[in-house]
């Protein structure tokens, strides 16, 4: 389940993971399009955050499940 560990929180620059700056690769005088693509990168990074804090919680949600039964023999047997 290492795949679910949370991860430090992202960078909100938008040269940081995932889109990783796409936009040097714009030109220089296409303003609209740079704001665009800044404003994108920082949603898509927003989003990422978004998906490690839901797998964080299906993770502790798992081992919850995982528990349920030992919780039912204890409550049980009492």
Do not use: I, W
Not at 16 to 27: A, I, N, R, T, Y
Request: charged fraction near 35%; proline fraction near 5%.
């Amino acid at each position: 389940m290492k795949e679910f560990e949370k991860k430090g929180n992202p960078s909100r620059e938008p040269s940081s993971e995932g889109v990783k700056g796409l936009s040097k690769f714009l030109p220089m005088s296409d303003s609209t399009s740079r704001r665009r693509l800044t404003e994108y990168e920082l949603q898509v990074q927003d989003l990422q955050a978004y998906v490690r804090s839901l797998e964080a919680e299906t993770v502790h949600l798992r081992k919850k499940l995982e528990d349920t039964p030992k919780e039912f023999m204890v409550l049980e047997n009492k």
